[in-house]
C-alpha cells in the first residue's frame, strides 16, 4: 500500500507565502505525475498544478505565476510553493500520486492524500 502525508497547511494573511509538502512512501516502483488539487466548500476538487517525473509542469490559470510545485524524485516527495496568496486560494489541498509497483511495473495506481487546510485572511 501507499501513503501520501501533506504538511504545511495553516494560516496567513492575503499576500502572503505557505510550501506544501507531500510525501509518499510503500512498496513503490515508481511515481510519475504527482499533483496537487484543492476543493473549497462546496466547490468540486480542482486541479491547482501537476508535475511529471522528468520535470514537466502544468498549472491552473488561477495559479500561474503565484505557485511553484516541484518534487524530488529520490524522496518520493512533491511540493507547492504558494505566495502572493488569496482569500480564494483558501481550500482543502490534496495532493495525489499515480504510482507502480515492482510487481507490475506498466500498471499505475492513484492515490490521494488526506488533504491539508489553507486559510488565506484578507
Known amino acids: 500500500q501507499v501513503q501520501l502525508v501533506e504538511s504545511g497547511g495553516g494560516l496567513v494573511q492575503a499576500g502572503g507565502s505557505l510550501r506544501l509538502s507531500c510525501a509518499a512512501s510503500?512498496?513503490?516502483?515508481?511515481?510519475?505525475?504527482m499533483g496537487w488539487y484543492r476543493q473549497a466548500p462546496g466547490k468540486q476538487r480542482e486541479l491547482v498544478a501537476g508535475i511529471r517525473s522528468g520535470g514537466r509542469t502544468n498549472y491552473a490559470d488561477s495559479v500561474k505565476g503565484r505557485f511553484t510545485i516541484s518534487r524530488d524524485n529520490a524522496k518520493n516527495t512533491a511540493y507547492l510553493q504558494m505566495n502572493m496568496l488569496k482569500p480564494e486560494d483558501t481550500a482543502v489541498y490534496y495532493c495525489?500520486?499515480?504510482?507502480?509497483?515492482?510487481?507490475?511495473?506498466?500498471?499505475?495506481?492513484?492515490?490521494w492524500g488526506q488533504g491539508t487546510q489553507v486559510t488565506v485572511s484578507s
Open positions: 510503500g512498496s513503490i516502483f515508481s511515481i510519475n505525475v
Open positions: 495525489n500520486a499515480d504510482v507502480s509497483f515492482p510487481r507490475n511495473s506498466d500498471i499505475q495506481y492513484r492515490y
